[in-house]
């Protein structure tokens, strides 16, 4: 019997020297937790970076592992308990963990080895968080051992180094772009074996409760939890069920045909009893919002050796515009079996082709594709509200139903859209809605994943309802997509948030937020331009001019306290743009900054 790896009891070993007695000088760590909030703050973000370099050599560790003790048998080995689920087992017993915890550490570590290198490179300088890299290695699992699978690493992996902030829900959909984009014939047929496997399930739990559940198309599940939401929100205040639960009963009563109302007992409450099929029946104009382009709606087009950039959105038909406008799509379902309403708009995504030549992983030569495998058909990709990208064939899926109605945003010209409602300057025009949540896709807060359609139009600078010349305009560059919270933390907390035309990429925007202290932070990095990039081509015009006051009326102000809070923002956000370099985006020229007010 093998005595390899086992040691006197009590023996020191590798790895026991305790952690509080390393030299936290040398680790860059500070030596004392007296600091000012900023110090903090800075403390917080070097151990982000920390934490992802300590998860890198720990997928290194396990990688490792697995070259010695899986690759040499892996060909051959036909055991029930093969060298994969001993090696594991290893791992799991050594970081008292389960098998299934340690057979996932070792999936992540091969894959980042073998299929994202670049990806696992990110991760080592501390550009990606630990926290997205199961969400990186499920996400692309679709393309493992295809010849391309090299640039769909090199892709995710630039988008990754770019500067901005991510979400869960960014990183998913910058994945699932990456892949659907060059993956068309094999994610459609994914798509038509998991809509063959939809199925309805309950499963019986504890204490007398039962779960149960339903596969089905993601646009069928979103129309039915509006649906449920739109039931379990008839209520007073004085409802004592939280929301889950009220959302429970609501469910129950839509397929029972029951009353549901609300369990406050008062006498004067009007949603005693409420009738769940009228609200299910009004309920069917429920909209779905999904951005795509016009291109995906003809299907997949040969690889180009130089793509283009154009982005069109239709109105009631599919025809391909040459103008690169976005394009807005709806569709009602008039059925009640299925009280579908979704909402398309259309835009062409561009695909850049990234050298794919070969990479180091700490001194481990990687050799990924080379760029002439690109796929010999590539398509565009849709976005839907909540739910993420979806694939281009799901696209026209949706786009075949009778009841679906295609909108373009915009005519297909260069005439500009209208910014603002013709006779109110502060409320953007239904075009300059759409694009703004199109272009946000979620709330702009750094790490916030809330759709846009979900939250509100913010006006980063202040509008000044007496003068609004003097900023805070309704404009593309002066809304910005923010959930109710971050919506309300920007209004009446002292976060200052910034958003201006970026220098160096027209038609684009950089945005950011400084937090009380002065730390500034900049915003997302993937937003709906880097999917549908033809968005940027749209352009608005100029918000109609003040109306003078009436003469022998005082005009209206806001608030002494109120307006020197917004000029002291106007001042800060003009002194960061001057002041910091912002991870290496450049400031604007001084013509692009705000007046200081």
């Known amino acids: 019997m093998s005595d390899r790896g086992v040691g006197a009891v009590g023996a020191a070993q590798v790895g026991e020297v305790p952690w509080p007695s390393r030299d936290h000088t040398a680790m860059g760590l500070p030596a004392s937790f007296d600091l000012p909030v900023g110090g903090h703050l800075d403390a917080l973000a070097d151990l982000a970076a920390g934490a992802a370099y300590l998860e890198w050599r720990r997928y290194r560790h396990a990688a490792a592992l697995h070259t010695e003790l899986v690759m040499p048998e892996?060909?051959?080995?036909?055991?029930?308990?093969?060298?994969?689920?001993?090696?594991?087992?290893?791992?799991?017993?050594?970081?008292?963990?389960?098998?299934y915890v340690a057979e996932r550490l070792l999936d992540n570590a091969v894959a980042l080895r073998d299929r994202l290198p670049r990806v696992f490179e990110c991760l080592r300088d501390g550009v990606v968080s630990a926290n997205f890299i199961r969400t990186i290695v499920s996400r692309t699992?679709?393309?493992?051992?295809?010849?391309y699978q090299g640039l769909v690493d090199a892709d995710i992996a630039a988008a990754l180094r770019k500067p901005?902030?991510?979400?869960?829900?960014?990183?998913?959909?910058?994945?699932?772009?990456?892949?659907?984009?060059?993956?068309?014939?094999?994610?459609?047929?994914?798509?038509?074996?998991?809509?063959?496997?939809?199925?309805?399930?309950?499963?019986?739990?504890?204490?007398?409760?039962?779960?149960?559940?339903?596969?089905?198309?993601?646009?069928?599940?979103?129309v039915i939890?509006?649906?449920?939401?739109?039931?379990?929100?008839?209520?007073?205040?004085?409802?004592?069920?939280?929301?889950?639960?009220?959302?429970?009963?609501?469910?129950?009563?839509?397929?029972?045909?029951?009353?549901?109302?609300?369990?406050?007992?008062?006498?004067?409450?009007?949603?005693?009893?409420?009738?769940?099929?009228?609200?299910?029946?009004?309920?069917?104009?429920?909209?779905?919002?999904?951005?795509?382009?016009?291109?995906?709606?003809?299907?997949?087009?040969?690889?180009?050796?130089?793509?283009?950039?154009?982005?069109?959105?239709?109105?009631?038909?599919?025809?391909?515009?040459?103008?690169?406008?976005?394009?807005?799509?709806?569709?009602?379902?008039?059925?009640?079996?299925?009280?579908?309403?979704?909402?398309?708009?259309?835009?062409?995504?561009?695909?850049?082709?990234?050298?794919?030549?070969?990479?180091?992983?700490?001194?481990?030569?990687?050799?990924?594709?080379?760029?002439?495998?690109?796929?010999?058909?590539?398509?565009g990709v849709g976005f839907v509200a909540g739910l993420g990208i979806i694939s281009g064939a799901h696209v026209r899926d949706l786009a075949a139903d009778p009841d679906t109605l295609i909108r373009p945003l915009g005519d297909g010209t260069d005439t500009p859209l209208p910014a603002t409602q013709p006779a109110d300057p502060y409320r953007p025009s239904t075009a300059l809605d759409t694009y703004i949540r199109a272009r946000d896709r979620y709330c702009t807060w750094p790490g916030c994943n809330t759709p846009a359609w979900n939250?509100?139009?913010?006006?980063?600078?202040?509008?000044?309802?007496a003068h609004p010349e003097r900023g805070g305009r309704t404009s593309a560059t002066g809304l910005g997509a923010k959930c109710r919270f971050h919506h309300l933390l920007k209004t009446f907390g002292d976060f200052v948030d910034d958003q201006y035309d970026d220098p160096d990429h027209p038609g684009r925007i950089v945005r950011t937020v400084t937090i009380p202290e002065g730390r500034t932070v900049l915003g997302p990095a993937h937003t709906g331009f880097d999917t549908h990039p033809g968005l940027d081509m749209i352009v608005f015009g100029d918000p109609p001019a003040t109306r003078p006051p009436t003469p022998g009326t005082e005009p209206t102000r806001p608030a002494p306290?109120?307006?020197?809070?917004?000029?002291?923002?106007?001042?800060?956000?003009?002194?960061?743009?001057?002041?910091?370099?912002?991870?290496?985006?450049?400031?604007?020229?001084?013509?692009?900054a705000p007046p200081p007010f």
């Open 225 to 379: 939890a509006r649906v449920v939401e739109r039931l379990a929100a008839q209520v007073c205040r004085h409802d004592s069920r939280t929301k889950t639960a009220r959302a429970s009963d609501a469910l129950f009563a839509l397929v029972k045909h029951a009353p549901f109302g609300c369990d406050c007992a008062r006498p004067e409450c009007a949603f005693a009893v409420v009738d769940a099929d009228e609200v299910a029946a009004t309920a069917a104009r429920i909209v779905i919002h999904v951005v795509t382009d016009t291109t995906t709606l003809t299907g997949p087009t040969p690889a180009p050796a130089a793509d283009t950039d154009t982005t069109t959105d239709t109105d009631t038909d599919t025809t391909a515009a040459a103008h690169p406008q976005a394009r807005h799509v709806d569709t009602t379902a008039a059925e009640a079996d299925q009280g579908v309403a979704d909402e398309v708009t259309v835009e062409e995504p561009v695909i850049d082709e990234l050298a794919a030549d070969g990479v180091s992983v700490d001194g481990a030569a990687v050799e990924a594709a080379p760029a002439d495998v690109e796929p010999e058909l590539v398509d």
């Open 561 to 592: 306290r109120t307006e020197q809070k917004h000029a002291r923002r106007r001042q800060e956000r003009n002194r960061n743009r001057l002041r910091n370099n912002l991870n290496g985006v450049r400031t604007p020229e001084p013509d692009d």
């Open 141 to 147: 699992e679709l393309i493992h051992g295809r010849l």
């Open 164 to 222: 901005g902030s991510w979400s869960t829900a960014r990183v998913r959909d910058l994945c699932d772009q990456m892949v659907y984009r060059r993956d068309p014939d094999a994610v459609r047929e994914r798509r038509d074996d998991a809509l063959k496997g939809r199925c309805f399930f309950t499963e019986a739990g504890l204490d007398g409760m039962a779960t149960v559940g339903a596969t089905m198309s993601a646009e069928r599940a979103a």
């Open 74 to 99: 892996e060909d051959r080995d036909e055991r029930a308990v093969d060298a994969y689920a001993q090696c594991a087992a290893r791992i799991a017993t050594a970081l008292s963990v389960s098998q």
């Open 455 to 465: 939250g509100d139009l913010d006006h980063i600078t202040e509008y000044d309802h």
